[in-house]
């Protein structure tokens, strides 16, 4: 008999995934430019040129069998060494190469995270809207997830929930900053207050309540907007990091996890990383790709063309109408649906092939997703139909 667990989490598609194959159905009937898609998170600004550069360097100068080997389990040292450094002159923080793990992206990241931290009984809370994956991770790792609502006037942190929320069983709490899908960027005021609240609790509870900081969408913040470094707040930091969205490689699938020597016991818990990367079979990220990174530490690809989206875009939504926090980072907007249910609204959406996210899969109903990583001309010639569905409303 197989796992029921897994064969509902297997055969169910997520929303978004539904979404965007009704997209690809719709493109070939109508054409791919009548349909204005918004549903998928996967940058269309393509990686910078020097990561060509990196790789065709690589592979004409290095050694083949070392390019496509193991590497030991938590990455090769040099690369780690090179991105501790990186870390440290942009952010100020004092990692080397046995504080890094290299990973699979951010997913990995995260799963091995709550891996890493869960006893039978532990919750693990973050805060609405969050990223879906959360629950599949934290409960195949045997935790509970335990969602704080959404402060929807600004989606920063609604401390009263949360407080309401905590307790002896709390292990940790993962925020995601850039934000998916509200691609809100938490002040230093909220990471101070949580901060010294998780200090706090602690204290009270007698154990270490870890801070996971899933963190994909460091760069793309605009404005010169403040993204905190979470370490330099928090010992029991773990960050979690990924080159999916910076570099726009998400289909190579790397990225890392940095456990700080400040954290409580932190070769233990290093050790414990470790353990759930063998456990998950998450050992020996690629090979070249992490060779490739360790080139481009100090790079991103041109993310300027999504500010000049959000720009547009929001402008737009706004003088037709739509109700929407400002984002200062991601590639996200996370406007209020015109009608209650945000399902019947991405329906009526659909009329004017515009292809939305419902926000209930968030953690934050009566909201839509849109996914601005496209061309500037789609969200142009998407306007009118943005316009159009508002009048439906009016
Ligand atoms: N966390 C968040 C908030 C995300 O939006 C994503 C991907 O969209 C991930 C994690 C997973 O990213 P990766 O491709 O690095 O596994």
Redesign the pocket.
Known sequence: MISEKMYELGSKKSVIREIFEFGKKRAAEVGAENVYDFSI?NPNVPAPEVVKNAILDILQNENPVDIHGYTSAQGDPKVRATIAESINRRFKTNFDANNLYMT???????HICFTALANKGDEFITFAP??P??RCFVEAAGGKLVVVPAQIENFQIDFEEFEKNLNEKTKAVII?TP???SGVVYTEETIIKLTELLKSKSKEYGHAIYLIS????REIAYDDVNVPYLTKYYDNTFV?Y????SLSL?GE???YIVVPNEMEESKKVYAAVCGAGRALGFVCAPSLFQKVVAKCANETADISIYKKNRDLLYDNLIKFGYKCVKPDG?FYLFPQALEKDAYAFCERAKKYDLLLVPGDDFGCPSHVRISYCVTTDQIIRSLPAFEKLAKEYK
Do not use: H, L, Q
């Open positions: 998170g699979v992206g951010a997913a990995a990241s995260i969050y990223f994956e959360y995601n934000n998916n899908p899933d963190e994909p969408y979690c990924s080159y999916s969205k998400p699938r790397i990225g991601a």
